[in-house]
């Protein structure tokens, strides 16, 4: 199923997306500046995250202390989460012509718990939809790399949330599942650039997708 699109809004809206540990932070922040640099209003936000509710739903959907948390907990919680952010921050920036730039968004769902815990894409996009209105990043950009490779980075940090401790089978599944999704809709929205480079070549890379998007 693909998702319902519904870009009315004058804005722009633009996600990056991968595994752990492929750069989807520092990217997202590298971005935003080159945008505003060029003269474009930007909000930026993470999932889960972005305002005081979702803020506190990520504390607990994320923490490492809860190990015993089943999917279908972990699946309405990020829908929670993401239904607040959207009605909250992304649709009225949209509706403002503003550019959002999200650390993931609903396509995340789609993989971890649609396709790799088993809910299914129907189910998972189905609850997208009322979550975000039906709204669909215009972009998608995906950060891919070899799993060990973004669990290293990940480990050589003090940030491993509970996603982070799932096995390497796991983050292997999730990364070909992001795989699978880019290919299926390669020259619609999504866009796959190869995250193991240095962070400056994949920079480069995700502006120069950006640009042609925005024709800047």
Same mark, same amino acid.
């Given at each position: 199923?693909?998702?319902?699109?519904?870009?009315?809004?004058?804005?722009?809206?633009?996600?990056?997306?991968?595994?752990?540990?492929?750069? @989807?932070?520092?990217?997202?922040?590298?971005?935003?500046?080159?945008?505003?640099? %060029?003269?474009?209003?930007? *909000? %930026? *936000?993470?999932?889960?995250?972005?305002? /005081?509710?979702?803020?506190?739903?990520?504390?607990?959907?994320?923490?490492?202390?809860?190990?015993?948390?089943?999917?279908?907990?972990?699946?309405?919680?990020?829908?929670?989460?993401? %239904?607040?952010?959207?009605?909250?921050?992304?649709?009225?920036?949209?509706?403002?012509?503003?550019?959002?730039?999200?650390?993931?968004?609903?396509?995340?769902? *789609? /993989?971890?718990?649609?396709?790799?815990?088993?809910?299914?894409?129907?189910?998972?996009?189905?609850?997208?939809?009322?979550?975000? @209105?039906?709204?669909?990043?215009?972009?998608?950009?995906?950060? #891919?790399?070899?799993?060990?490779?973004?669990?290293?980075?990940?480990?050589?940090?003090? @940030?491993?949330?509970?996603? #982070?401790?799932?096995?390497?089978?796991?983050?292997?599944?999730?990364?070909? %599942?992001?795989?699978?999704?880019?290919?299926?809709? @390669?020259?619609?929205?999504? /866009?796959?650039?190869?995250?193991?480079?240095? *962070?400056?070549?994949?920079?480069?890379?995700?502006?120069?997708?950006?640009?042609?998007?925005?024709?800047?």
């Amino acid at each position: 199923m693909q998702p319902s699109t519904n870009h009315s809004q004058p804005g722009f809206l633009i996600a990056l997306e991968g595994g752990e540990g492929v750069g @989807k932070t520092v990217q997202a922040g590298l971005l935003m500046k080159r945008l505003q640099a %060029a003269g474009k209003d930007v *909000v %930026a *936000v993470r999932e889960p995250g972005g305002t /005081v509710i979702s803020e506190q739903i990520r504390a607990v959907v994320l923490s490492a202390k809860n190990t015993g948390m089943k999917d279908t907990t972990e699946v309405l919680l990020f829908q929670a989460a993401r %239904a607040q952010i959207y009605r909250e921050v992304v649709i009225p920036a949209l509706e403002e012509g503003k550019i959002v730039l999200m650390d993931r968004s609903r396509d995340s769902s *789609v /993989v971890y718990q649609g396709m790799v815990r088993g809910f299914g894409r129907e189910l998972i996009e189905q609850l997208n939809d009322i979550s975000t @209105k039906k709204t669909v990043p215009n972009l998608t950009i995906l950060l #891919d790399a070899p799993v060990e490779v973004g669990l290293k980075r990940r480990n050589g940090t003090a @940030k491993v949330d509970r996603l #982070d401790m799932q096995n390497d089978g796991f983050h292997q599944k999730v990364r070909e %599942a992001y795989v699978q999704l880019a290919k299926e809709n @390669k020259g619609e929205r999504w /866009v796959m650039i190869d995250a193991n480079k240095p *962070v400056t070549d994949v920079e480069q890379a995700v502006w120069q997708t950006v640009e042609e998007k925005l024709g800047l």
